[in-house]
């Protein structure tokens, strides 16, 4: 299977701004080619790449440039294999984070999934979200969290991608979302799923049911949309003139939601 993954990115700038874009594939991922470049006012800017505690890729640049334009391209062959799950896993996504409050969801997360353990608990929060919860395209704010989505009823990706990692953390269950280009996906756009860890190994979930899972290319892990957003900015103010983001595989592949699947 090959997929072939791009984004593109503009932004406006008021004054110097320290910029780290979240876009690049995966360490994981087996690429055959891939191009990244930044421009500021139509001249290469230097760009450090690191690598964070996930071993996702972060490139970052300071600039004072006016415009700048941000170029991503890759070409991935086949699968890679997933990591293996660490003791600190256990810990750290069982915890409350900043957009997934499993505290303030705990005692009615508790009552609506009492009894499940393991992958029944797993199916029935997925289920439920999908059922409850609307995909509305503007329907939340970036500072929306888990309990906003639970009241609100309705959201995008990561909105359902939040609530469900707070369904499950408050059951006990270790959940973080995750950042991928997703092939199939309608509208295009950066998608966000959820990783639950079961039996010793991290599932792949998604309650949008709205790309197949095993076409996805990981971008970025952590413990919700603060860990993984596709751009960060400090220092200056910024305009998103442009977001063009698209992913296409060789291989066709019909959806089994039903099916244990796992993200390299």
């Known amino acids: ?84 799950p660490e003791e600190l896993d256990l810990i750290q996504f ?31 929060v997925v289920d439920w979200v999908s059922r409850n919860i609307s995909y509305v395209p503007g329907s939340s704010a970036p500072t929306d969290g888990a309990r906003d989505t639970f009241l609100k009823r309705q959201g995008v990706c990561r909105d359902f991608a939040h609530l469900t990692i707070a369904f499950l953390r408050a059951n006990d269950l270790p959940a973080r979302l995750v950042s991928v280009y997703a092939p199939g996906l309608v509208p295009m756009d950066f998608h966000a799923v959820v990783e639950v860890l079961v039996d010793g190994a991290w599932y792949v979930v998604d309650a949008t049911h709205l790309a197949p899972r095993r076409l996805m290319q990981r971008i970025a892990s952590g413990r919700d949309a603060a860990d993984t957003a596709f751009l960060s900015n400090t220092i200056a103010n910024l305009r998103l003139s442009k977001l063009h983001v698209n992913a296409t595989s060789s291989e066709v592949i019909l959806e089994d939601w039903t099916e244990r699947v796992q993200l390299g």
């Open 94 to 124: 069982r915890r409350p984070s900043r957009y997934a409050e499993s505290d303030l969801l705990g005692p009615t997360a508790r009552s609506m999934f009492r009894g499940k353990q393991g992958f029944e608990l797993v199916d029935a």
């Open 1 to 84: 299977m090959m997929r072939k993954i791009e984004s593109a990115i503009d932004l406006e700038l008021d004054g110097e701004a320290d910029l780290v874009f979240s876009i690049a594939a995966h360490t994981l991922a087996n690429l055959e080619s891939e191009s990244f470049t930044i421009t500021g006012d139509g001249q290469p800017l230097d760009v450090i790449e690191s690598v964070d505690r996930s071993e996702c890729r972060l490139h970052r640049v300071t600039t004072s440039a006016k415009h700048i334009e941000m170029r991503y391209s890759a070409t991935v062959l086949d699968r890679a294999q997933p990591n293996e």
